[in-house]
């Protein structure tokens, strides 16, 4: 088996979900993870699927596409093993959850991206909302942050963005206990 990496996009609609897999069927496709997403009514989809061998990736994308036809969806297939994403191995990094909030204005997620970039942390999830007004966000981002870099400067790092944005942000850990930091009250909490 061969496993890939496929995206879709799409305006949504009733049956996408079906007609991609029976299309993943047809190909004797086994699903392995899937990530769904809608947003301002457009369907997205990552899959990670394991494919016979003889199945190569320029069929997988017609065929998926062929099915797909009538909802008019873009498919694009990544073969991992050709594009290797630069990602840590178990043990070299911690989890967190990043939750931010405020007064929504452009910019905010590039400063806190490009912070958490520079000093090596990878995204690993990241699902956002604003209110119906636009006036506020919320922001929830998943980060695997490696054990080399301290976590208490890190945070301290982000309070300090986030306090100049004048938004509020929340360490939630997947370490066994609760951390308040005593500069900012900042809460570090177990998943």
Excluded: W
Aim: glycine share 6%; aromatic share 6%.
């Amino acid at each position: 088996m061969n496993r890939y990496i496929i995206s879709l996009l799409s305006a949504n609609r009733v049956g996408i979900m079906a007609a991609v897999t029976t299309a993943m069927d047809e190909l004797g496709a086994n699903l392995q993870e899937a990530s769904i997403a809608v947003i301002q009514d457009f369907f997205s989809i990552v899959i990670a699927a394991d494919f016979p061998e003889q199945r190569d990736p320029t069929l997988i994308q017609e065929h998926i596409e062929g099915i797909c036809n009538a909802f008019n969806v873009d498919v694009c297939v990544k073969d991992p093993l050709v594009e290797v994403p630069s990602i840590f191995s178990p043990g070299e990094y911690d989890r967190y959850l990043l939750t931010i909030g405020g007064k929504n204005r452009g910019g905010i997620l590039r400063k806190i991206s490009s912070q958490l970039g520079q000093d090596g942390v990878d995204i690993l999830d990241l699902s956002a909302t604003s209110s119906e007004d636009g006036q506020s966000f919320e922001m929830m981002i998943k980060i695997a942050v490696p054990r080399t870099l301290d976590i208490m400067d890190l945070q301290t790092v982000m309070e300090n963005i986030c306090s100049q944005l004048n938004i509020s942000v929340d360490f939630i850990s997947e370490s066994d206990s609760a951390i308040i930091s005593s500069q900012s009250q900042t809460r570090m909490f177990k998943l």
